[in-house]
């Protein structure tokens, strides 16, 4: 089959890999329809986050339909359209009865195969997807193959994001970095009824993307936002920062936004050894600091009826769709931000 694989630094081919195959009973294989690129596929890209073996097939965000099932899987059947979060999940451990699904113990990331072990991602014709019936989902008739691709990873983490800062109608919130999952963020802030959000990046068509979803957008390059906040707020600052870059400047920021007592939450990856502040600064301001990896299993279904009704839109941050064949050029445009290239689906 063919499949856009990691190659180095800033460097992903479009190549001919082998077919997936069923490996154990609980597997299945899914003929993927759309793919997603995803502002985490950047970090191996950049060899921010290391250990990506050559030859891995790329990607998390996938929706499609199964082509072959395991002995053993029961649920899920050979020809359903389903829907996938960015990791395995056993349906039966601690994590995953708690919903904390991304830290289930069986868990494993889409797209990361390192010293040979691991999983191919969802960036091909076909994917492999161990714990197919506790991992996959149906989608309903009424979802749309992209919809459904936005529920995987980036509008539940979004959601998720937006959750953890502890959403209130009357509070005051930024959201930094206006990319998919930022996007996501502010949607979610509003869904949840927050009334202002502010939204802060240096890419336009983003802070214009923002701004339709109902924030007040902010470029840092021309403004400076802590002030903004600390006006908009009494001088006190946000009561929730919700962190969608996932880098020192990002964790920076929001430090500085957040008020005595308010709530950091980050769902950007963050690949540096050290905080980008000082216990002392977390201790002066009483800060609640939430982060980590979002459960997309657990809130995939829970979102699936606001996005059916139309009440959380999700899908019009796609701003490409191309075929997998192009998919290194897709690469670089993303990474780029070239073309008002928000968001990318590849078509095997
Ligand atoms: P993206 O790269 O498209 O967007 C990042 C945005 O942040 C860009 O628009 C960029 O201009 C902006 N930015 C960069 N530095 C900034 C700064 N200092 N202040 C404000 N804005 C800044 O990525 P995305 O797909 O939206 O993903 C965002 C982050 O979320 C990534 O780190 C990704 O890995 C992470 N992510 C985490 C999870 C999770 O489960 N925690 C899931 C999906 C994605
Ligand atoms: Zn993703």
Redesign the pocket.
Known sequence: MKAITFAGFRDVEFETVEDPRIEAPTDAIVEVAVAGI??????PYHEREEGLDFGTVMGHEFVGRVAEVGADVTRVKVGDVVYCP?TTNCGECHYCSVGLT?RCTRGQLFGWVGMGEGLHGGQADGVRVPLADTTLARVGDNLTHEQALMLG??A??GY??AEQADIKPDGIYAV?????????AVRAARHLGAEMVYA????SE?LEMAGRAGAVPIN?ESED?VLALHEAADGRGADGVME????F??A??AIELVRPGGVVS?????TETEFAFSPAEAYDKNLTYK????P?RAYMQRLAPFVESGDLVVDDVISHRVPLADGADAYRL??E?RDNC??VVLKP
């Open positions: 995803c502002g985490s596929d950047l970090h960015f991304s990873d980036v539940a983490t998720f994001c930094i970095g206006c990319g998919p999952v930022g996007i996501m802060i990046d240096s890419v983003r840092y936002p969608a870059v996932g880098s400047g990002s920076r920021s980050v769902v950007g990856v963050h982060v980590g990896r979002c997309a993303f990474d931000k928000t968001k």
